[in-house]
């Protein structure tokens, strides 16, 4: 090999083999993260990727997923070009359309349907990525509509609401003003938010103790907690009740923060005194002696702070469940105090970055009276009251009911079917719309059943700005050629605010001017930021100092922070909320000797984030295989081994997948990842099975049986070695 | 000079992340069967009560006396006096795997050309002054470079 060779094998950039780096951000994850990358870049083409060392928050570092970018951006499904359904709904029968055909026939049916029936005939869904949001769901309301809906109706939301009705705001530890005790309750930080387990990690080499609550063994709970508690799913709320009574049983409470500052004291203490240690560790089935514990570690240690995540609302008491967590911030007066919780006060795109934006006002200045209730209005009223927006989980029902009114048309960018509990119900309701498209860079299942299908680009291929804690503004630019004839959400979303006649100057004029007009007064900055691929800090960057939100006015109806919500107790009575965070036990009912083992789907793994990896060979080449994880004693009970295939049963599904054999799962608990095409975990839980007071699915919490395949070879459970095994990730 | 990439068992979690790193720098087919270079471990011990979860992350060590340079027939294997990792130019290899038998830790695996293949320490990185891409991804730090 010459020299030059041997620099563009090992991809060395300069200009002896022409390779360059460019800045991008990567967008596969939430918007919490969107780390830097450095894209080695050669003739357009995209040769590897790497972390920008000095970007905000990743600093140089990238996830398992974020370094698969480019197999990713150049899967072998990207769609290519618009495409034209020609055949039966569900079916690959697609022709190749122009962008003009492609956007004229969606304006035609899209306005059509608005004149015939009602502009909220139509629904606005989008998935991921987020970075797009304000622009579709202005384009909803320019167009008349209010039916906007987001995956965030299974996603972030119910934790956000649980915290906003507590505390009139959502709420974070604030990691700045350096807590002692940190209580990871549900969390793995390590895997679902690296960033946050770089901070868990650090904190711990600190000499921070920290306290790991979670019903899976995770690298979590082996390598930070100082204190893990391992309760039965569902029961986080008893767990959390257990330890507010212990707090108050001891007087070990802030009184003097509860009398000031919060609203329901008592009312919370008559609640939680049902809660005594014997009925806590018998329904938990927590040793007392941890619960005790733990709750003297939290009363304790100043200061402390206590955090969850949205898998505890992925339960039909996970609303409540967070706010009884998150009530233990109340109790010892860690709210809004250095090393506590602090409120976050959004920027862009539910990140606080420490200065304000337009956004909302971008957001609504088009948005017109409602005339219909939304989607979901009725069955779930506090998530309408909070959110305004559709909940997506009534959208199967009600297209299929055609109750409260018939849905007719669906806008479907970046729709993850598999995100919905019964895909294969929602598939059906998809059947009967009279006009459905499509926007994605993949072709997915959505796609399938779409009439048009628009082809989107990643981060790589386009231009973004996203704002970053400490007050940075980033302004990327195109890095790569694009794939195929794609364009990008809001390039999509410009072009058909003019076709549907919006008259929305503003949105018509495309992705810089509205930029300029949601950032106004930080123009030096975008364009710092545009030039450089450096993110720039805004002159207008104010921290909020510990302490401010309550003096400002807690933003509750009460103006207290409220163990006891009003909000809830002003929804009709009918809808049987209860203003306190009661716990009720959330399995679904069966026959519980027909479903013995629970099931939990969605339990995060390293190299998947929903559906969108699975396709990514790097990613799956570290778990090939669906796998669902089951305790070694109770697969030696039904005689299952490692990979054995096995059927697992709900009241609404089967599903055939290999068997996991770990630790991570507890005896009578099975745990799937979810959004895989031939065993989509999500088809396993009801679609009747949510939360009433968010409306999210009951995803981690669903009764089920597991049988090995009788048709596999016999294989022997004594095969499984006592001392252990060694085994890929 | 002499480099290493060392391993901190203590911040590993097995997440991969070094494994694609290592796919994207070195162009991995594991669409046809290739490994990557660099691979990482979740090992369970299941022996009550010491029941425990061990994280790592596993390639070339770069031993010092690299039993697979003597080993190999062709003389493909040896240590570049730039960085003191064990490189290789397998014009010459006949695909015998003594590299493989030699090495205690595993690390020499067949290419897809019959050839074999293994982990080079990023050497033309290092060289240019930069980190091995595994180094370079590691979100909890458990990789580094040092110079010994």
Same mark, same amino acid.
């Given at each position: 090999?010459?020299?030059?060779?041997?620099?563009?094998?090992?991809?060395?950039?300069?200009?002896?083999?022409?390779?360059?780096?460019?800045?991008?951000?990567?967008?596969?994850?939430?918007?919490?993260?969107?780390?830097?990358?450095?894209?080695?870049?050669?003739?357009?083409?995209?040769?590897?990727?790497?972390?920008?060392?000095?970007?905000?928050?990743?600093?140089?570092?990238?996830?398992?997923?974020?370094?698969?970018?480019?197999?990713?951006?150049?899967?072998?499904?990207?769609?290519?070009?618009?495409?034209?359904?020609?055949?039966?709904?569900?079916?690959?029968?697609?022709?190749?359309?122009?962008?003009?055909?492609?956007?004229?026939?969606?304006?035609?049916?899209?306005?059509?349907?608005?004149?015939?029936?009602?502009?909220?005939?139509?629904?606005?869904?989008?998935?991921?990525?987020?970075?797009?949001?304000?622009?579709?769901?202005?384009?909803?309301?320019?167009?008349?509509?209010?039916?906007?809906?987001?995956?965030?109706?299974?996603?972030?939301?119910?934790?956000?609401?649980?915290?906003?009705?507590?505390?009139?705001?959502?709420?974070?530890?604030?990691?700045?003003?350096?807590?002692?005790?940190?209580?990871?309750?549900?969390?793995?930080?390590?895997?679902?938010?690296?960033?946050?387990?770089?901070?868990?990690?650090?904190?711990?080499?600190?000499?921070?103790?920290?306290?790991?609550?979670?019903?899976?063994?995770?690298?979590?709970?082996?390598?930070?907690?100082?204190?893990?508690?391992?309760?039965?799913?569902?029961?986080?709320?008893?767990?959390?009740?257990?330890?507010?009574?212990?707090?108050?049983?001891?007087?070990?409470?802030?009184?003097?923060?509860?009398?000031?500052?919060?609203?329901?004291?008592?009312?919370?203490?008559?609640?939680?005194?049902?809660?005594?240690?014997?009925?806590?560790?018998?329904?938990?089935?927590?040793?007392?002696?941890?619960?005790?514990?733990?709750?003297?570690?939290?009363?304790?240690?100043?200061?402390?702070?206590?955090?969850?995540?949205?898998?505890?609302?992925?339960?039909?008491?996970?609303?409540?469940?967070?706010?009884?967590?998150?009530?233990?911030?109340?109790?010892?007066?860690?709210?809004?105090?250095?090393?506590?919780?602090?409120?976050?006060?959004?920027?862009?795109?539910?990140?606080?970055?420490?200065?304000?934006?337009?956004?909302?006002?971008?957001?609504?200045?088009?948005?017109?009276?409602?005339?219909?209730?939304?989607?979901?209005?009725?069955?779930?009223?506090?998530?309408?009251?909070?959110?305004?927006?559709?909940?997506?989980?009534?959208?199967?029902?009600?297209?299929?009911?055609?109750?409260?009114?018939?849905?007719?048309?669906?806008?479907?960018?970046?729709?993850?079917?598999?995100?919905?509990?019964?895909?294969?119900?929602?598939?059906?309701?998809?059947?009967?719309?009279?006009?459905?498209?499509?926007?994605?860079?993949?072709?997915?299942?959505?796609?399938?059943?779409?009439?048009?299908?628009?082809?989107?680009?990643?981060?790589?291929?386009?231009?973004?700005?996203?704002?970053?804690?400490?007050?940075?503004?980033?302004?990327?630019?195109?890095?790569?050629?694009?794939?195929?004839?794609?364009?990008?959400?809001?390039?999509?979303?410009?072009?058909?605010?003019?076709?549907?006649?919006?008259?929305?100057?503003?949105?018509?004029?495309?992705?810089?001017?509205?930029?300029?007009?949601?950032?106004?007064?930080?123009?030096?900055?975008?364009?710092? =930021?545009?030039?450089?691929?450096?993110?720039?800090?805004?002159?207008?960057?104010?921290?909020?100092?510990?302490?401010?939100?309550?003096?400002?006015?807690?933003?509750?109806?009460?103006?207290?922070?409220?163990?006891?919500?009003?909000?809830?107790?002003?929804?009709?009575?009918?809808?049987?909320?209860?203003?306190?965070?009661?716990?009720?036990?959330?399995?679904?009912?069966?026959?519980?000797?027909?479903?013995?083992?629970?099931?939990? =789907?969605?339990?995060?793994?390293?190299?998947?984030?929903?559906?969108?990896?699975?396709?990514?060979?790097?990613?799956?080449?570290?778990?090939?295989?669906?796998?669902?994880?089951?305790?070694?004693?109770? =697969?030696?009970?039904?005689?299952?081994?490692?990979?054995?295939?096995?059927?697992?049963?709900?009241?609404?599904?089967?599903?055939?997948?290999?068997?996991?054999?770990?630790?991570?799962?507890?005896?009578?608990?099975?745990?799937?990842?979810?959004?895989?095409?031939?065993?989509?975990?999500?088809?396993?839980?009801?679609?009747?099975?949510?939360?009433?007071?968010?409306?999210?699915?009951?995803?981690?919490?669903?009764?089920?049986?597991?049988?090995?395949?009788?048709?596999?070879?016999?294989?022997?459970?004594?095969?499984?070695?006592?001392?252990?095994?060694?085994?890929?990730? | 000079?002499?480099?290493?990439?060392?391993?901190?068992?203590?911040?590993?979690?097995?997440?991969?992340?070094?494994?694609?790193?290592?796919?994207?720098?070195?162009?991995?087919?594991?669409?046809?069967?290739?490994?990557?270079?660099?691979?990482?471990?979740?090992?369970?011990?299941?022996?009550?009560?010491?029941?425990?979860?061990?994280?790592?992350?596993?390639?070339?060590?770069?031993?010092?006396?690299?039993?697979?340079?003597?080993?190999?027939?062709?003389?493909?294997?040896?240590?570049?006096?730039?960085?003191?990792?064990?490189?290789?130019?397998?014009?010459?290899?006949?695909?015998?795997?003594?590299?493989?038998?030699?090495?205690?830790?595993?690390?020499?695996?067949?290419?897809?050309?019959?050839?074999?293949?293994?982990?080079?320490?990023?050497?033309?990185?290092?060289?240019?002054?930069?980190?091995?891409?595994?180094?370079?991804?590691?979100?909890?730090?458990?990789?580094?470079?040092?110079?010994?």
């Amino acid at each position: 090999m010459t020299r030059e060779e041997q620099l563009l094998k090992a991809k060395i950039p300069g200009p002896e083999t022409g390779i360059e780096i460019r800045r991008t951000m990567c967008d596969i994850c939430a918007p919490g993260a969107h780390c830097g990358v450095n894209a080695y870049v050669k003739d357009g083409r995209l040769l590897k990727v790497e972390g920008t060392p000095g970007y905000p928050g990743s600093n140089g570092k990238l996830c398992t997923k974020g370094a698969a970018n480019r197999q990713y951006i150049y899967r072998k499904d990207r769609i290519l070009s618009p495409m034209v359904r020609t055949g039966p709904k569900g079916s690959d029968a697609f022709r190749t359309a122009t962008w003009e055909e492609a956007l004229g026939l969606i304006a035609e049916n899209l306005k059509k349907i608005k004149a015939e029936s009602d502009p909220d005939s139509i629904v606005w869904y989008t998935g991921y990525s987020k970075w797009y949001r304000p622009w579709l769901k202005r384009l909803c309301h320019s167009f008349g509509g209010h039916n906007y809906m987001t995956e965030s109706s299974t996603c972030y939301k119910s934790g956000w609401m649980a915290n906003n009705l507590t505390f009139g705001r959502d709420m974070r530890p604030d990691m700045m003003g350096r807590p002692r005790l940190l209580v990871g309750w549900g969390s793995n930080p390590y895997i679902n938010a690296y960033l946050a387990g770089r901070g868990f990690a650090a904190s711990k080499d600190k000499g921070v103790k920290i306290i790991i609550i979670d019903v899976r063994r995770t690298q979590a709970s082996e390598k930070l907690a100082d204190l893990y508690l391992r309760p039965r799913i569902g029961t986080d709320g008893v767990l959390a009740h257990a330890m507010a009574k212990i707090i108050l049983d001891n007087n070990w409470q802030d009184q003097e923060f509860l009398d000031t500052y919060v609203l329901g004291v008592e009312e919370y203490r008559r609640m939680v005194a049902q809660y005594d240690l014997e009925t806590a560790q018998r329904i938990t089935g927590v040793p007392k002696e941890d619960i005790f514990r733990a709750a003297q570690m939290i009363a304790e240690t100043k200061p402390c702070s206590v955090s969850t995540n949205t898998g505890i609302t992925h339960h039909k008491n996970g609303l409540n469940t967070c706010r009884a967590i998150m009530a233990l911030n109340i109790l010892i007066g860690n709210v809004d105090q250095p090393g506590g919780i602090a409120p976050v006060y959004d920027t862009f795109l539910e990140m606080g970055a420490g200065f304000d934006t337009r956004e909302e006002e971008f957001i609504f200045e088009t948005r017109t009276p409602e005339r219909l209730p939304l989607v979901g209005q009725k069955r779930f009223p506090l998530w309408y009251d909070m959110n305004h927006d559709g909940q997506a989980m009534d959208l199967t029902r009600q297209i299929l009911s055609e109750d409260p009114y018939p849905i007719r048309a669906l806008a479907a960018f970046g729709m993850n079917t598999r995100m919905f509990p019964q895909t294969s119900q929602l598939l059906k309701a998809l059947e009967k719309l009279d006009f459905m498209f499509a926007t994605d860079l993949f072709w997915t299942d959505a796609c399938r059943y779409a009439d048009v299908v628009l082809p989107a680009c990643s981060s790589f291929e386009r231009g973004e700005v996203k704002a970053y804690p400490g007050g940075f503004i980033a302004y990327t630019q195109q890095a790569i050629d694009r794939v195929g004839d794609c364009r990008s959400d809001v390039e999509i979303i410009a072009e058909l605010a003019k076709l549907l006649d919006t008259g929305d100057e503003l949105l018509m004029q495309g992705y810089d001017a509205c930029v300029r007009y949601i950032f106004a007064g930080n123009e030096e900055e975008l364009d710092e =930021a545009r030039r450089t691929g450096t993110p720039v800090r805004s002159k207008h960057f104010k921290p909020t100092p510990p302490g401010s939100y309550l003096a400002k006015g807690i933003e509750t109806p009460s103006g207290k922070l409220e163990l006891y919500s009003t909000r809830i107790a002003a929804i009709d009575p009918a809808a049987g909320l209860d203003p306190l965070p009661v716990w009720f036990d959330g399995d679904n009912a069966c026959d519980k000797t027909e479903y013995p083992f629970t099931l939990m =789907a969605g339990a995060r793994l390293p190299h998947a984030i929903h559906s969108r990896c699975h396709d990514v060979p790097w990613l799956r080449s570290l778990r090939p295989e669906p796998m669902v994880d089951i305790h070694p004693e109770d =697969a030696a009970d039904l005689h299952i081994s490692q990979g054995d295939p096995v059927t697992v049963s709900t009241t609404a599904a089967a599903l055939h997948l290999k068997a996991n054999l770990t630790l991570s799962a507890n005896r009578g608990d099975l745990h799937m990842f979810h959004g895989y095409a031939e065993a989509n975990a999500n088809e396993l839980v009801p679609n009747t099975e949510n939360d009433p007071y968010s409306g999210f699915p009951s995803f981690k919490q669903i009764r089920c049986r597991i049988q090995r395949d009788e048709t596999s070879p016999q294989t022997s459970a004594d095969r499984e070695e006592e001392g252990g095994k060694l085994h890929e990730l | 000079m002499s480099y290493k990439i060392t391993f901190d068992e203590t911040k590993c979690v097995a997440c991969g992340a070094c494994a694609i790193a290592c796919m994207d720098q070195n162009d991995i087919l594991v669409e046809e069967g290739q490994f990557p270079l660099r691979r990482t471990f979740t090992r369970e011990s299941r022996l009550h009560p010491e029941e425990k979860f061990g994280y790592y992350s596993h390639a070339c060590e770069h031993c010092d006396e690299a039993p697979c340079i003597p080993a190999c027939p062709s003389g493909c294997l040896f240590k570049d006096p730039e960085t003191g990792f064990t490189v290789f130019d397998t014009t010459n290899c006949i695909g015998c795997r003594s590299c493989a038998f030699a090495c205690p830790h595993g690390a020499p695996a067949m290419g897809l050309d019959g050839k074999m293949l293994k982990c080079d320490g990023c050497n033309q990185r290092v060289k240019a002054g930069m980190l091995p891409a595994c180094v370079a991804v590691c979100p909890f730090d458990a990789l580094a470079l040092v110079e010994e």
